[in-house]
T-cell receptor
Framework: TQLLEQSPQFLSIQEGENLTVYCNSS?????LQWYRQEPGEGPVLLVT?????EVKKLKRLTFQFGDARKDSSLHITAAQPGDTGLYLC??????????????FGKGTKLSVKP | DSGVTQTPKHLITATGQRVTLRCSPR?????VYWYQQSLDQGLQFLIQ???????AKGNILERFSAQQFPDLHSELNLSSLELGDSALYFC?????????????FGPGTRLTVL
């Protein structure tokens, strides 16, 4: 069972378009992180959201954490070819201890064509 | 550059063999995490060490083991290798031990089992 579902799985758009990717779960997370991964490299943390309803902006990227802390979205405005990559969301479970780890979604593979 | 180093970058071996992957965390980070990334399963948490002690265990097979040494570097040992073990193996580190802590990923080791 995939605890974190990301959609869409693949997204191919033209430069300048806007897009939104989603990260959904039936579980509550104490925090949620978004990573970007380029081919042959490790994931790089973009943002951490911790409060239900929280919105964070990172230049053209806007991240939102759902009110119930079960879902999140990433919106990119005026996408550029440099935004191409695999976007991963990862939730930190509230029940720590032996379950204290990040649960990753399978990712959204974004391709932005010039 | 995240500051996390992993060696080797590529590893090709045969079924039934044993290999050791090595990770050096960022300076000052006490936690080390190991992940396996495959096309069908995405990024799966394997195990976490904090200051030399096992902190959390994920989907790690019994054929796999890990340890963190006094100098905080970590090794992941994979034995009796099977074709299905072919994947990217990532190490990440963080200052603290909580799942919500910001994790910095290394460049990964690509393991190919023939």
């Amino acid at each position: 069972t995939q605890l974190l579902e990301q959609s869409p799985q693949f997204l191919s758009i033209q430069e300048g378009e806007n897009l939104t990717v989603y990260c959904n779960s039936s579980s509550v997370f104490s925090s949620l992180q978004w990573y970007r991964q380029e081919p042959g490299e490790g994931p790089v943390l973009l943002v951490t959201v911790v409060t239900g309803g929280e919105v964070k902006k990172l230049k053209r990227l806007t991240f939102q954490f759902g009110d119930a802390r079960k879902d999140s979205s990433l919106h990119i405005t005026a996408a550029q070819p440099g935004d191409t990559g695999l976007y991963l969301c990862a939730g930190a479970r509230r029940d720590g201890g032996s379950q204290g780890n990040l649960i990753f979604g399978k990712g959204t593979k974004l391709s932005v064509k010039p | 550059d995240s500051g996390v180093t992993q060696t080797p970058k590529h590893l090709i071996t045969a079924t039934g063999q044993r290999v050791t992957l090595r990770c050096s965390p960022r300076s000052g980070d006490l936690s080390v995490y190991w992940y396996q990334q495959s096309l069908d399963q995405g990024l799966q948490f394997l195990i976490q060490y904090y200051n030399g002690e096992e902190r959390a265990k994920g989907n790690i097979l019994e054929r796999f083991s890990a340890q963190q040494f006094p100098d905080l570097h970590s090794e992941l040992n994979l034995s009796s290798l099977e074709l299905g073990d072919s994947a990217l193996y990532f190490c990440a580190s963080s200052v603290g031990g909580r799942a919500s802590a910001e994790q910095f990923f290394g460049p990964g080791t690509r393991l190919t089992v023939l």
